[in-house]
């Protein structure tokens, strides 16, 4: 019998909530532009594969902070995720699935004004992580982004 079997169901359900409340948690620190908090969610080697980058991966947490950091404050987003599972791989391993529509604009100054219009484009995509239970709680080990519709 393996870890994952003997696991009760009470550990499977925490490890279950932390990771998911860490993937929704991520959305929202993109949303608000608070890279350093954001970032330390992930691990110190992360990948991150970004859905308009595939072929580009972000490895390691300074360089995930520095793309980032990179974007325009003008940016605004939200970021909508839901569906969000996660699979138990053991107590200190786990897998998720969540997907994200993404509504964007532009504001006119660095202290934008509400409502902002919107980008004309809804994009839907989803993110695949794997977590790792660390020292400092559950982190993002590799993320991987893409984009499965795009429209007006």
Known sequence: MTEDETMSDDTRRAIESDCRDLAIRSIVLNDTQDWETLTDLFTEDAVFVR??????????????????????????????ATNVVI???????????????LISGTAETDAPKFPIKADPALLVGEFRDDYILTDAGWRIARRDGSMIFAGT
């Open 51 to 80: 859905p308009i980058a595939p072929d580009d991966p972000i490895k390691g947490k300074e360089a995930i902070l520095a793309q980032y950091k990179a974007r325009p404050i003008s940016r605004v987003t939200r970021h909508f």
């Open 87 to 101: 699979d138990v791989q053991g107590g200190d391993k786990a897998r998720g699935l969540l997907y994200v529509l």
